[in-house]
């Protein structure tokens, strides 16, 4: 069984940016209750499902596997809840680590949040400038969540 171990936190400002590349995602949930959540994405030209638990305090569960892209891309079309998540990630090594910078479009325009994975949930480690709030407690922030409830329609 693997286990997923991450911290996420908001992004500030833009100079985490100028640190990496981004690639494309596009996902979407076949079932996104919280007890557990089937997601299927392409990542550039490859595409893969997974499957998650419950999150315990900052761990759960996943099973990930590669699909065929045409097998993804049409159930992201036509059996996905929909709006689907289309977002660019930047992986930026910092101190040890590599934070993933997701920057999302679409219905969840103007979200920007950063994740960590680690080795074990007391993990100390380095939080770069640009690395805002820690928002992983918060269901809001969840992938899953942001179908039913995106970033555009939460009251700022």
């Known amino acids: 069984m693997a286990k997923e171990i991450e911290r996420k936190f908001l992004v500030r400002g833009d100079d985490w940016r100028r640190l990496a590349e981004g690639t494309l995602y596009r996902q979407g949930y076949?079932?996104?209750?919280?007890?557990?959540?089937?997601?299927?994405?392409?990542v550039g030209d490859r595409a893969f499902l997974t499957i998650k638990g419950l999150t315990v305090g900052s761990t759960r569960v996943e099973y990930e596997y590669e699909i065929p892209v045409a097998d993804c891309d049409a159930m992201l079309?036509?059996?996905?809840?929909?709006?689907?998540?289309?977002?660019?990630?930047?992986?930026?090594?910092?101190?040890?680590?590599?934070?993933?910078?997701?920057?999302?479009?679409?219905?969840?325009?103007?979200?920007?949040v950063a994740e960590v994975e680690l080795q074990s949930e007391d993990e100390a480690f380095d939080k770069p400038v640009?690395?805002?709030?820690?928002?992983?407690?918060?269901?809001?922030?969840?992938?899953?969540?942001?179908?039913?409830?995106?970033?555009?329609?939460?009251?700022?």
Do not use: C
Not at 30 to 42: D, G, M, Y
């Open 77 to 112: 079309d036509g059996l996905a809840e929909q709006p689907i998540i289309e977002k660019k990630r930047f992986r930026i090594p910092f101190a040890g680590h590599v934070f993933e910078v997701d920057e999302f479009f679409g219905a969840n325009q103007g979200l920007v």
């Open 130 to 156: 640009w690395l805002g709030d820690e928002v992983g407690h918060d269901p809001r922030y969840f992938n899953n969540n942001l179908i039913a409830h995106p970033y555009s329609q939460w009251a700022k």
């Open 30 to 42: 076949l079932n996104s209750v919280k007890e557990r959540t089937v997601r299927i994405r392409t």
